[in-house]
């Protein structure tokens, strides 16, 4: 007759067998991972509105509506002002304030840019006179960009000779029939004071006065 082995079990019956244990997790609030998340967003929250209230507190600024080239009158009806978060761009630029009955500009600014503070002056403080030239075919040009005089006499008359240098470039225009452009266009570009007459005599001379474009200008 065979005898039934009778191995007493371990904790049988007590309720506390291994797969009766539940593991226990700490609340999501309490995760490392969680605060990390919050202070990331705290900052992230605090940076915006600084970099709002640094945009709106900055100096205001003139910007130029259009266009201003040497010479032109400037009143504030010619300008918009923007604020400008810059510490010293009040040393560099010119502030939103009143602008003087007789103001000009002495150099050319663009359109939506920030007028610097030494572009502003009276006619005394402008160099130079505005003469017209042709603008040769095939080329292109636009307000702003500087370029070389040259005057190109008759044929067997001499050699083409400089007038002036870095000349800037006030304005394009049509040409009406008098200086007989191959472009059709003429540019009114701003001559020094004393190289005026040299510009007139080769014009008056019954040669070409012609201009050269400065690349990088």
């Known amino acids: 007759m065979a005898r039934r082995s009778t191995r ?5 019956g007590d309720g506390s067998s291994p ?6 997790r700490p609340p999501a609030w309490r995760s490392p991972r969680f605060g990390v998340g919050v202070v990331l ?8 509105s600084w970099a709002i209230e640094r945009a709106g507190s ?8 259009h266009d201003l080239a040497p010479g032109d009158p400037v009143s504030a009806e010619d300008l918009r002002s923007v604020p400008l978060s810059w510490e010293g761009g009040d040393a560099v630029y010119l502030p939103a304030a009143e602008i003087p009955d007789d103001a000009v500009a002495t ?21 130079g006179r505005p003469v017209t030239v042709p603008v040769p075919a095939g080329v292109t040009l ?18 083409p000779r400089l007038l002036a240098d870095g000349v800037s470039v006030l304005g394009i225009e ?13 540019a009114r570009v701003l001559v020094e004071a004393d190289a005026v007459a ?10 070409t006065v012609t201009l050269v474009e400065r690349p990088g200008s």
């Open 41 to 48: 967003v705290a900052a992230s929250v605090a940076l915006g």
């Open 198 to 207: 040299g510009v007139l005599a080769a014009q008056a001379d019954g040669g």
């Open 107 to 127: 150099s050319f600014v663009g359109s939506g840019e920030l007028v610097p503070a030494s572009a502003l002056g009276t006619s005394a403080d402008v160099d």
């Open 19 to 24: 797969a009766a244990v539940t593991s226990r």
């Open 8 to 12: 007493a079990q371990s904790g049988a």
């Open 58 to 65: 900055g100096e205001q600024m003139w910007v130029a509506r």
């Open 142 to 159: 636009e307000a702003g960009v500087q370029v070389d005089l040259w005057a190109l006499p008759r044929a067997d008359a001499g050699e």
């Open 174 to 186: 049509e040409d009406t029939g008098m200086f007989r452009s191959g472009s059709g266009s003429v």
